[in-house]
Nanobody, 124 residues
Framework: QVQLVESGGGLVQAGGSLRLSCAAS????????MGWFRQAPGKEREFVAT????????SYADSVKGRFTISRDNAKNTVYLQMNSLKSEDTAVYYC?????????????????WGQGTQVTVSS
């Protein structure tokens, strides 16, 4: 079992930055692909970014490409999401997830473990 805990969310003005962290416990995530998803009020959860086990491959949703950066520190069992140039439409609950499957995974069904989420609110 892998437990995931997100942190770093909060209230920020449009144009600002936040860095989310996802700390894993219970098992090392060095062999897991990791992803970030988000769910805005009244909308379905959507893919944001993913990174493979080594950190050598990443993928982003078009809506965040060039503004968000996913990274990982396997020694710390932690994954990060650096969010810059935030917009009001980035307001959502952000979830961290882990997948035991190989490859870049951009859909929820591939992910085995999920965190509880952290709220990000961007004021315009």
């Amino acid at each position: 079992q892998v437990q995931l805990v997100e942190s770093g969310g909060g209230l920020v003005q449009a144009g600002g930055s936040l860095r989310l962290s996802c700390a894993a416990s219970g098992r090392t995530i060095s062999s897991y692909g990791m992803g970030w998803f988000r769910q805005a009020p009244g909308k379905e959860r959507e893919f944001v970014a993913t990174i493979n086990w080594s950190g050598g491959s990443t993928s982003y949703a078009d809506s965040v490409k060039g503004r968000f950066t996913i990274s990982r520190d396997n020694a710390k069992n932690t994954v990060y999401l650096q969010m810059n140039s935030l917009k009001s439409e980035d307001t959502a609950v952000y979830y961290c997830a882990a997948t035991s499957t190989a490859g870049i995974r951009t859909t929820e069904r591939w992910y085995d473990y999920w965190g509880q989420g952290t709220q990000v609110t961007v004021s315009s």
